[in-house]
């Protein structure tokens, strides 16, 4: 858990957001009235726990017996005022949420708690509460009894951190039946205020993986996801940043001397840029785009997820790039204002293979970004 | 997460205690006032956080800001009353408490809430707060510079259950580098109220074998890690248990049905008793007793820590058990009355290589649990 222990300063970076979401956040409204009363138990809750709860319109029910309590609060970016009843029983419900996984939280008299309701996640730069405000397309990430791949869980030394980091690696049914086998490699990061644990655990890369091979849609292959928050990895000895180098560049100095050699040493990977791809959602698509454009000789499959950017110009100076990117990928929300098709379309014109894909209807969370590794995976090492 | 929705009469169940341990739980007692001032962050602590600490005499100190709030205490089994400073942040210190590791929350005007100072673990029937008493001899678990083995999550069809049932799989460092070598395979089973996380995050299974196998104190075998709460396990079809059968039976029959041909499948272990063995700790404990000697033949090394017994009558009753098992294997915290030393003594003198193992100023935790597990590994499939 070493690398866990940032300072609170660099926790509070890891959480800051824009005045105008600040304002939102701080924001108080009353308990939403909800006009259907179809409540059920969230996916992610406790064990034998009723609530947290999710209705049909996408609003989140949250109960909390605090008879000694005076104000209790739901926390989903906007705060909804809870109401005691006479048995000291305190229930809120917010407003109708985008489908898909968003982090939450409840104030006790002014306290922020996780919600004992809910199983944990890390995010907002914190283990605390979840709720997955259900979607029509659930299926494609749902647990089936299909050829099942697995997560593991692996530590590492690191060289550039001289220190031990911890990885998931994600591989294919066909894995241990194929000992003689290679496979294309993924690199694949989550968001700011994410770690390792996001795409292994809220993203359902296993089921979306183990599902789309099992249908033949997508090629098997290896995804490793990492810890790429810059600001708290801290290179040791040569390695050391020079003066006012950005944090994002320290994770690029991790993947190239630490995590891919380790995983071309310790996985039956693939060595050339033609089966050695990288995604990221969010903050892990703007580390994608100037990794990859960095190293324009290193990643065939280039996958940006609600996050980073490649214009034509970058491109073109991006010497190799035009020979060993086989794919350019560039994803967005509906509900977010990303321009990944009109950067896309931009590169099709001097004749890069770039796709844009739009999320219909969601926004900046995990629907959205299982959605573009769904899309993604297809098109991978194809 | 199927698996996990249990009804609350059971999860009551699982978190029964006897009466006194009950009066004990509600006891409230005041602050205790720490001889050593020595306090340092506790390792499993949230990114950044400071509290909870623990001092060198074993104390809990944890700290909340809740202006708001009239009451907080800190519940480690008894009840701690906090106190407010001018501030609004309350602080409260446990007695010393026995090394290891524990599971307890935090009381905020009533209500139990995880503390936000702490990852989550999954024990006393819920996802919680955990803490590491530190011990003197905590070097042998801890992630060190040696050749890493894994961690596999793992989902499989349960024709038992008919449904998916989710494991965690220990696989030594060597096993991807020797693609035809086959392994012994341990089934390690966690306690009341815990789950398959239990061993693979608090107990360390990975660590404690990567360092013993970098040692060459032990050979490298497989460990499964599934989930064993009888009540919570509802067989179907032919296999629903007949009136009266006990909860507990309920794992066996998973096991030997579900788990058992899984991993017989799916990775390279050797199916031979001599090559197969169970263990657990506390109800795990008591599992691995029973199966084991309703099935005489299976099992060559069979381990039972802080649960469990064999007497030498029970044994005898097991025909062919003498014949299977190479060892059993009894363990017991200094501080709990546990007669794994009676019982392997008794089993010596009929010829069975019984071994007892005392952890020495422990209690019924994981500490145990894990020198427990230590000690096995050294004496298994050897």
């Known amino acids: 858990m ?19 979401a600040q304002q939102q956040r701080n924001a108080t409204v009353p308990s939403y009235t909800a006009t259907k009363e179809d409540f ?47 048995n000291g029983v305190w229930t809120g419900t917010s407003a109708p949420q985008d489908v898909g996984f968003h982090y939450y939280q409840i104030i006790v008299d002014g306290t922020p708690m996780p919600d004992p309701g809910t199983v944990s996640f890390f995010g907002a730069g914190r283990w605390g509460s979840g709720i997955e405000i259900p979607s029509t397309d659930m299926d494609f990430w749902q647990v089936k009894d299909v050829p099942q791949g697995s997560i593991v869980e692996k530590y590492y030394w690191s060289k550039t951190t001289e220190s031990m980091r911890h990885c998931y690696v994600y591989l294919p049914h066909e894995y241990d039946l194929n000992p003689t086998k290679k496979y294309p490699v993924l690199y694949l990061q989550h968001g700011n205020a994410e770690n390792e644990y996001g795409w292994a655990v809220q993203g359902h890369t296993a089921q979306i993986m183990d599902n789309l091979i099992a249908e033949k849609k997508a090629v098997p292959f290896i995804i490793v996801m990492d810890y790429g928050q810059g600001q708290n990895i801290h290179l ?67 996958g940006m997820f609600s996050g980073g950017s490649m214009t034509v110009e970058a491109f073109q100076e991006a010497k190799g790039l035009e020979k060993t990117a086989k794919l350019i990928f560039m994803s967005t929300g509906s509900k977010e204002n990303r321009p990944a098709v009109e950067q896309a379309e931009a590169l099709k014109k001097i004749g890069v293979n770039a796709v844009s894909y739009v999320s219909e209807g969601t926004a900046h969370e995990w629907h959205t970004w299982r959605r573009s590794l769904y899309e993604f995976a297809q098109k991978a090492f194809k």
């Open 40 to 86: 059920k138990p969230n996916l992610v809750n406790q064990p034998g726990k009723q609530y947290p709860m999710v209705n049909s319109e996408g609003a989140v029910r949250v109960q909390l017996r605090a008879p000694g309590a005076t104000s209790v609060q739901l926390d989903l970016g906007r705060r909804y005022d809870m109401t005691k009843d006479e």
């Open 236 to 302: 040791t000895g040569k390695y050391a940043p020079v003066e006012g180098a950005a944090a994002n560049d320290a994770f690029q100095v991790v993947l190239l001397n630490d995590i891919i050699p380790m995983v071309e040493t310790e996985f039956r990977v693939y060595t050339d840029a033609a089966h050695r791809g990288m995604a990221g959602l969010s903050m892990g698509g703007g580390q994608t785009g100037r990794i990859a454009l960095a190293n324009p000789t290193m990643f065939g499959y280039i």
């Open 2 to 20: 070493k690398k866990f222990l940032l300072p609170i300063m660099s926790l509070m970076m890891l959480t800051a957001v824009s005045a105008n």
